[in-house]
């Protein structure tokens, strides 16, 4: 059972009370009303900083009810001004500033692990996965996040992308003339859609978008994946792999070389295919038979036209049908006539290898006449002959095999791999054992023969395995020709549409078919007026529930071979989308974008998909006080900003009471009206890294803006930097380590380690990164970098830039020193006085009595006679007052020149007394005006390192360049 011990110290001493309990959260709420008091402190164990529990965020309360004790729960008084002593003493119980050593410096960044918003070049869509949802502020160019894999699908053969993309949290106000893809006004790209979705609406809801751009997309959100398996394979008749007589070696066991340089085997056939190998016979001889053709004729005027060679004699007991008939050596010389350019006549060869459809002799003109089936199709020359050619011609050398066949490789086999000159097949011998002929009695090698390839069957694409964490419910496939779907014969073009199936499998994780195939059939419609893409999307329903599928593709037509003219016909197939239906109805309060872009020709001369807009974040407006309007409205403001962001139970998870609206809607106009321009206080940023705290994100929102945060007590405040001629605080060798303050003077500010600086922000005018240089001819050697966040306007920029060159210019001094714990009062960019403590003579310390004007000093004062001096005392209002004092009763007493604005403490018992600083008139050396420039974490001991430089009141001397009276 914990032992929890409650200290309550109050002005009268210190109360105590222990409880031992099973439910510390319940002891706790019990005797602290349900809240604890703002400046309490919880630890586990003994009172220092490393066994400090007390709550900070929602886990920290249960990891409080975990522990098993002892806690010291410290509660110290808020309220007068003995309670303000006591705050001066304790560390970090009075105050809790926000700036932790790790935050980034004012007005940098961190570009790493951002949205594309914040990237200074390239801002292209891309998925952040896993990335924190934008939170955009002010008004920023916003390039979207995609939030779904966008798929391509074709209307009427044209190229369609559609995208889901997120915006950010929350709700905006989007011009429509300031959506782009890239640089590009997307009214401007012909076909492209693009429709705003606001919070707790979407594509899925059946709301109306907020802002509709194009024509109405009408699609609803899809969870896709690519396969990228499928990339554009071409998609084979089942007869399209054919060659005729192409010049090869059988290698054994398995292996179709080609011998032709001009064939590439991967144009024909494709791994799987079941390949048909004919007059694969190897002879021990050849027949040949010498001659002069008495006529050569073409039956017909096509290529399918068969060719007529005759001879005198009869020769039908050399040549049979079916035999393979080489013919070379055969020079003809004829004449044919063209209905475009009249007659012709030249010299053109026969030369090939033909089948013999027919041998006949004629008695009547003691002719043997030798028919070859379709020989146009093998020499192009007999498609010219239009008439009986004969006569003239040289003597043709035809040969075909003697008939003894030492081997034949003739089968039916599967291709296992294929390169450009090299098909693989599968254990052929299992098919044809002359293979073994070949390896046994040939060495394995065939020597070059003449054979036919061709394909035979389903000449498919895939299987492809599809799987996903939950059922795949559709398939978009797309179906690509873009050469075009036509024939031409020189004359006209024609119409060629194609046939395609999608066959999809349902299995299980093994890959067994759980169910029965289902088929998809559709038709790429070709064209007879254009020769450009034809296209076909197959978006499909599957009808059983799996979460894997086994899918392949094919093409159903035929190779046109019956055309005498060109056909082009070749269709890819180029995506394929697996599927499944977003069921939500909405996202939250999210602001998303679909988007749907036409491959036009406006849309490619866009050649990366960049959808950007500019935005303006709309939040609630504050009406006094904690109150703020229901409605919302597009801001700038960096006062509203920073209360939205408090407020956001994502961010801060701040309560009302924690957050000091006056000061922060106070400091803003403070702002405008010292600057003299609105927009000195807008902020304008996406916040976007998942590790981002929410003192960094308060802290970059209000570097932008000159100001700092810190919290007093539990509330959150800003603090604006500026010219002042008030110290918040002293510091001399009562309040410093003895012997830890370091001091560095420098005279001349090109003694700096940066000589000048180069300042970004972005441009309202086209979202173009800006660098700001400083001097402006760009002369600097060494500047220090700066990338501005949320800053958006050229003003706004130009006097931060020039508060950090000035600061170059004219800091000459820097100390640091360990401090006492009242150092924790303090926020970054204050003034303070500081004592050089370096150096003997200083006369500083503190008050040990009061009496009237006269002050009982802690240590001796070298007065000097003629000499006059000043003392600077420290007020419990955090103000350091100057007044001239005269030599007392002793070297110990001071006699002020008239009361200070608030009373001397100078009481021994008490906690902290009065500190001072007396300076002799005229010489500063002993004290002078610093800013806080760093604050590191507290020591054990409860002691502060602090780094100051020199106060200049020429930091600020560019301040009112933009002042209307400046």
């Known amino acids: 059972m914990p032992l929890v011990s409650i ?16 439910d510390v959260l319940a002891l706790l709420y019990r005797e602290f009303d349900g809240r604890l008091p703002p400046l309490t402190r919880i630890y586990n164990g003994p009172v220092s900083r490393e066994t400090e529990v007390t709550p900070v965020e929602p886990a920290d309360v249960e990891r409080l009810a975990q522990l098993e004790g002892p806690l010291t729960v410290e509660v110290w008084p808020t309220a007068g001004i003995q309670a303000w002593q006591v705050v001066l003493f304790i560390v970090s119980l009075a105050v809790s500033s926000i700036l932790a050593p790790t935050v980034p410096a004012v007005a940098q960044r961190n570009v790493q692990s951002e949205s594309p918003n914040n990237g200074l070049s390239e801002r292209t869509n891309t998925a952040r996965v896993m990335g924190r949802i934008p939170d955009i502020f002010g008004t920023v160019r916003s390039t979207p996040d995609l939030i779904q894999v966008p798929y391509k699908v074709f209307t009427d053969h044209v190229e369609m992308e559609v995208s889901l993309m997120c915006i950010g949290r929350g709700t905006y106000e989007i011009p429509a003339a300031q959506v782009r893809d890239d640089t590009t006004p997307i009214q401007e790209i012909a076909g492209s859609s693009v429709e705003i979705y606001g919070p707790f609406t979407s594509p899925n809801s059946g709301h109306a978008p907020q802002l509709r751009i194009g024509n109405a997309i009408s699609l609803p959100v899809l969870k896709t994946a690519r396969l990228n398996a499928v990339n554009g394979q071409v998609l084979q008749p089942s007869d399209s792999g054919r060659l005729h007589a192409n010049e090869v070696i059988f290698q054994y066991p398995n292996v179709i070389a080609s011998q032709d340089l001009e064939v590439d085997y991967t144009t024909s056939f494709v791994v799987g295919d079941s390949l048909v190998v004919t007059n694969a016979a190897r002879s021990a001889g050849t027949f ?32 049979s049908i079916g035999d393979r008939v080489t013919i070379s050596g055969s020079l003809m010389y004829w004449t044919w006539d063209d209905e475009a350019t009249g007659q012709h006549s030249g010299y053109a060869n026969l030369d090939g290898v033909y089948e013999v459809a027919n041998v006949e002799y004629e008695t009547l003109t003691d002719s043997t006449i030798i028919t070859f089936d379709k020989p146009a199709r093998v020499n192009i020359n007999w498609y010219q002959i239009t008439a009986a050619a004969g006569g003239g011609a040289g003597p043709a050398t035809i040969s075909r095999n003697d008939g003894t066949i030492l081997f034949d490789l003739t089968g039916t086999y599967v291709i296992t791999a294929i390169t450009a000159n090299n098909i693989t097949l599968q254990t052929p011998s299992v098919v044809n054992p002359d293979w073994e002929i070949l390896n046994d009695d040939f060495g394995g090698v065939s020597g070059v023969m ?20 939950e059922p795949i419910r559709r398939l978009i496939s797309n179906f690509v020709a873009y050469q075009g779907l036509f024939a031409d014969d020189g004359s006209n073009q024609y119409r060629r549409d194609v046939d395609v199936r999608l066959v999809a499998t349902p299995v299980d994780a093994a890959g067994v078919a759980v169910g029965p195939e289902e088929v998809f059939d559709g038709t790429v419609i070709g064209s007879s007026t254009t020769r450009s893409t034809r296209a076909l999307t197959v978006d499909v329903t599957l009808s059983a529930t799996s979460n894997y599928w086994k899918v392949y593709a094919r093409r159903l037509n035929p190779k046109d071979t019956g055309f005498s003219g060109q056909v082009v016909d070749e269709i890819k197939w180029r995506d394929l989308y697996q599927a499944t239906p977003v069921d939500m109805l909405h996202f939250g309060d999210v602001t998303i974008a679909q988007t749907k872009t036409m491959a036009t020709d406006g849309a490619l001369a866009v050649k990366d998909r960049k959808l950007n807009m500019l935005v303006t974040r709309c939040l609630p ?37 924690e957050v000091d609206f006056d000061n922060l809607f106070d400091t803003a106009a403070e702002i405008r009206d010292y600057f003299g321009f609105p927009e000195a206080a807008d902020f304008s940023y996406t916040f976007d890294a998942d590790n981002l705290s929410f003192q960094e994100a308060v802290t970059s929102i209000a570097g932008a803006v000159f100001c700092q945060p810190y919290r007093r007590g539990s509330v959150l405040r800003l603090f604006f930097e500026r010219a002042t001629d008030d110290s918040v605080l002293l510091f001399n060798h009562r309040n410093k380590l003895p012997g830890s303050e370091k001091r560095t003077d420098r005279f001349g500010w090109a003694e700096a380690a940066n000589d000048g600086i180069e300042f970004q922000y972005v441009d309202p005018e086209d979202d173009a990164v800006v660098t700001l240089y400083r001097p402006a001819d760009r002369s600097a050697i060494n500047p220090k970098r700066i990338e501005s966040i949320g800053v958006r306007n050229r003003k706004q920029a130009t006097l931060l830039a020039d508060r950090a060159y000035n600061k170059l210019r ?23 006085l500081w004592a050089d403590n370096t150096r003997s003579g200083a006369m500083d310390g503190y008050v040990k009595g009061v009496q009237g004007l006269e002050l009982h000093l802690s240590q001796e004062l070298a007065w000097e006679s003629g000499a006059t001096y000043t003392m600077f005392l420290q007020g419990k209002d955090r103000l350091v007052e100057s007044i001239p004092i005269s030599r007392g009763q002793s070297d110990r007493h001071a006699v002020l020149a008239h009361a200070p604005h608030v009373p001397v403490v100078a009481d021994a018992d008490r906690y902290l007394s009065t500190g001072f600083i007396v300076v002799r008139d005229g010489d500063d050396s002993n004290a002078q005006p610093m800013l806080l420039e760093e604050r590191d974490a507290p020591g054990d001991d409860g002691t502060i390192p602090l780094t100051v430089i020199n106060y200049d009141s020429r930091y600020y001397q560019n301040d009112g360049a933009f002042r209307e009276s400046a």
């Open 7 to 22: 200290e309550r110290h109050a002005l009268e001493g210190l109360s105590r009370t222990e409880h031992e309990t099973d």
């Open 288 to 319: 040949t038979h010498s001659g002069t053709a008495q006529a050569l004729y073409l039956s017909g005027s096509s290529l399918d036209a068969n060719g007529e060679l005759t001879y005198p004699g009869d020769l039908t007991a050399d040549w």
């Open 810 to 832: 004219y800091q000459t001094t820097t100390s640091q020193a360990t401090c006492l714990p009242e150092a924790d009062l303090l926020v970054l960019r204050e003034r303070v």
């Open 621 to 657: 407006a504050r009406v006094s006080g904690s109150t703020f309007t229901p409605e919302l409205y597009p801001t700038n403001d960096v006062a509203t900003i920073l209360s939205a962001v408090c407020l956001d139970p994502r961010i801060g998870n701040r309560t009302p009471e």
């Open 450 to 469: 003449r054979p036919d390839l061709y394909t035979s069957g389903d000449r498919r694409v895939g299987e492809f395995t599809l799987s996903a964490s």
